[in-house]
């Protein structure tokens, strides 16, 4: 935030601050209340749970004093789960019947995933508002076609040109054609090649569709900061592991009697669950603060200055506290995670609050939402 | 009365309102507006202990309160009730007894719930579904060279074939036949044999020279087989797994997808051991109706673990196929043989 130059006379600028009001007790009540009757309803009502979750922690960020508003309507999410659910179902069913079946159905998944992307990101938005005024994503579906291409085709190409090579290696004498070979490599090295790339063309195009009226965002970094910090996240993956797992390995290799195996074994899978854990956080924030102090619109600016360590510290405290609590620390966790990434953002209007408008707004459908949640696509504002 | 403000949904002004009810209408008024609201048409918020409450307006518009108490005071006071939801969400003595309940009705699902619901689904499906699955089994184990063209001969083929049929007439006193297919292939996968769904058993030729001088023992192999056809013990574990998959995905895929499948594997572990037990009873059903003892299967457990030098590991599993010999041998397998040997004995 601090970098950030502006243009105008300094009394139109409004700096809105950040602020989580959560709490970790009440949403735990929250938490296992809806947790109960989702199971009892053999998951039906995980729609409403969700929604209600969703409308806790926007009403919990104030934003300028003002509250975010979810306005998701659980009928219609219930809708898009059934439809995420039979599609995945087939996937997976498919997946186990035979392998040109399988194949089938991961192209079909994969030809289907930009369009499932479109449609999370517009419900989500759509149904998030501030003092009334609903957001919008105003990306087209051609464009998440268009940003996701990249990441579809490398990982389709090595899936396909794998499965070959594997029925070709069962014929024995049968000597593998060397350009498949190469093709093989190729697919699978360009798949962490492309990572980077991948990301930030889709982040280009998530926050450069981000609307509020007739402020769209835009996306101002280029590829160049997220090849950067991929490097630094696997330097960090590297120097965590040396650390963290060095104790554990020796201990293994020593003379540890057959009894104490089992100990070793746990040890390690937990040295290298933090590993995983301060690498992700690592991730998360400094993600943060490179996507959001980058994200501006012509009256509008975003700012983040999560600091990585701090996060850290409380990312790897909530992994124990959670494992010791067997899992009953988890909404606790979830809200002290929030509240720092929240409170990290910072954003600058140009134009008083009172002089923004929506266009009119349109129904969306949650298809999209639900088939983001199930396969695993996590959209967080 | 209460002080509120009111968007529109069309600009971010904030207009000062106040707000009070009157029989079934919600009358908001300042600002230059007065608008009257029937309150079932209004989305309202849930209580909570702090923090801003949001109502939703059909037409788009929204009503905010900065103090969240005055609101509840107010809600209170113009006869508006809490949902039993928001009630037991707000109180720590009715969320603990939730998450009691939770634990009861999680552990109540986990032991009956699925195997009775999975035990409806499978009765509900019609067989020609067990069959087509089997099918489809079979022959992706055919494409994946996993089997092969058998090396037996026809005759001891038809030999075992016979000897089985007439020893499966013997537990059914109607005489009916066991409705099983016998099929054998050369396989990868060493002494082993497989139940498919739809009643196809394949018996690996291995499995047939480990045990050439021992029928008894085949013949127990082979009813432990039928018994999973029987059971339509594939079909369940298929719906058992899409169950709990989908049950814990639910549950707890919003903190972790990865840790969201352990809960299927175990319980797959633990439904497929009732498998085993009610498979090994049908086994010993049989050797008891044809005069033999079920303490010859430990000759099996012997001489696969002899052939393999190790116990076996488990790892090389088919899918959707129950395979004899990738069961953990456990002792507790081998105990039950023995002790049905030692109730007999006794018995006569
Ligand atoms: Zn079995």
């Given amino acids: 935030m601090e970098e950030v130059q502006l243009g105008v006379p300094a009394g139109a600028v409004q700096a809105l601050d950040v602020r989580f009001t959560g709490s970790g007790g009440e949403y735990f009540r929250i938490w296992i209340v809806n947790l109960l009757l989702t199971i009892v309803t053999l998951g039906l009502y995980y729609p409403w749970a969700k929604a209600r979750r969703l409308r806790y922690f926007c009403a919990s960020t104030l934003v300028g004093g003002h509250a975010l508003d979810f306005h998701g309507d659980p009928k219609s999410m219930l809708r898009g789960y059934l439809l995420a659910g039979a599609l995945l179902a087939m996937y997976s069913l498919s997946g186990k019947i035979s392998l040109p079946a399988g194949i089938v159905a991961l192209l079909a998944v994969a030809g289907a995933y930009p369009a499932l992307v479109w449609v999370a990101l517009r419900f989500r938005l759509a149904n998030t508002s501030w003092r009334g005024l ?3 994503f105003a990306g087209t579906i051609g464009g998440a076609y268009r940003a996701l291409l990249p990441a579809v085709v490398p990982v389709v190409l090595f899936i396909s040109l794998g499965a070959l090579v594997r029925q070709r290696t069962e014929v024995p004498g049968h000597l593998l054609h060397p350009g498949l070979a190469l093709g093989v490599l190729l697919s699978m090295l360009s798949i962490p090649a492309l990572a980077p790339l991948v990301l930030w ?3 280009r195009y998530q926050h450069g569709h981000l609307a509020l009226g007739e402020e ?14 991929a490097v630094k996240i696997a330097l960090v993956f ?4 040396l650390l963290l797992m060095a104790g554990p390995i020796i201990l293994a290799g020593g003379p540890a009697g057959y009894r104490n195996r089992l100990l070793v074994l746990l040890l390690l899978a937990f040295a290298y669950l933090v590993v995983l854990v301060i690498v992700g956080a690592y991730a998360v924030a400094r993600l943060q603060n490179l996507l959001w102090s980058n994200t501006a619109s012509a009256r509008i600016r975003f700012g983040s200055a999560l600091r990585a360590l701090p996060y850290i510290r409380l990312a790897v ?19 002290a995670l929030a509240r720092m990434r929240l409170e990290a953002m910072a954003i600058q209007l140009d134009v008083p609050a009172d002089e923004l408008s929506a266009e009119p707004r349109r129904d969306d459908d949650a298809t999209g939402d639900a088939a983001g949640d199930l396969f695993g696509l996590d959209i967080g504002f | 009365m209460l002080d509120a403000e009111y968007f529109d949904g069309h600009s ?5 309102v106040s707000l009070h009810i009157a029989g079934h209408t919600l009358h908001i008024v300042g600002d230059g507006l007065d608008l009257a609201v029937p309150v079932a048409d209004v989305d309202w918020p849930e209580r909570r202990s702090s923090g801003v409450r949001m109502a939703h307006l059909a037409g788009g518009g929204s009503l905010h309160c900065q103090d969240g108490a005055a609101w509840d005071a107010w809600a209170r006071a113009e006869g508006l009730r809490d949902p039993v939801v928001v009630r037991m969400q707000q109180s720590w003595r009715l969320a603990v007894a939730a998450g009691v309940a939770l634990l009861v009705v999680t552990v109540g699902l986990y032991r009956w719930g699925v195997p009775v619901a999975s035990r409806a689904i499978v009765a509900l499906t019609p067989p020609e579904v067990d069959a087509a699955v089997g099918g489809v089994v079979l022959d992706a184990l055919r494409d994946h060279g996993i089997i092969e063209p058998t090396a037996i001969e026809y005759e001891q083929q038809e030999e075992i074939r016979v000897a089985f049929a007439r020893a499966f007439a013997r537990t059914r006193p109607s005489g009916d036949q066991a409705l099983v297919a016998l099929r054998f292939y050369d396989s990868e996968l060493g002494a082993n044999a497989l139940a498919l769904p739809g009643g196809t058993i394949i018996v690996t030729d291995d499995m047939v020279r480990l045990l050439a001088d021992r029928e008894d023992v085949l013949l127990g ?3 432990h087989e039928a018994g999973h056809v029987r059971g339509r013990h594939g079909m369940k574990s298929l719906v058992q797994t899409a169950f709990i998959g989908t049950l814990a995905g639910v549950a707890i895929g919003d903190y972790s997808v990865m840790l969201a499948t352990v809960p299927a594997a175990l319980g797959q572990m633990a439904y497929s051991r009732q498998f085993e037990r009610d498979a090994d009873g049908e086994s010993i059903r049989l050797l008891r109706a044809n005069g033999i003892s079920p ?3 430990v000759t099996l457990f012997e001489r696969l673990q002899a052939a393999r030098g190790r116990p076996p590991a488990g790892g090389l599993r088919a899918p959707l196929g129950i395979a004899f010999a990738s069961h953990p041998a456990d002792e507790e397998r081998l105990r039950r043989f023995e002790q049905a040997a030692g109730v007999r004995a006794r018995a006569r």
């Fill in chain 1, 216 to 229: 769209c965002g835009r996306l101002t970094a280029g590829p160049g900061p997220f090849y950067l910090l």
């Fill in chain 2, 12 to 16: 971010a002004r904030a207009r000062r």
């Fill in chain 2, 221 to 223: 192999v082979l009813a």
């Fill in chain 1, 238 to 241: 590297a120097l965590t592991l």
């Fill in chain 2, 295 to 297: 303490a010859v299967m």
């Fill in chain 1, 317 to 335: 405290t909530n992994l124990v506290l959670v494992i010791v609590t067997l899992g009953l620390y988890w909404p606790f966790a979830a809200t």
């Fill in chain 1, 134 to 136: 609903r957001l919008r």
């Fill in chain 1, 201 to 203: 063309l889709f982040k």
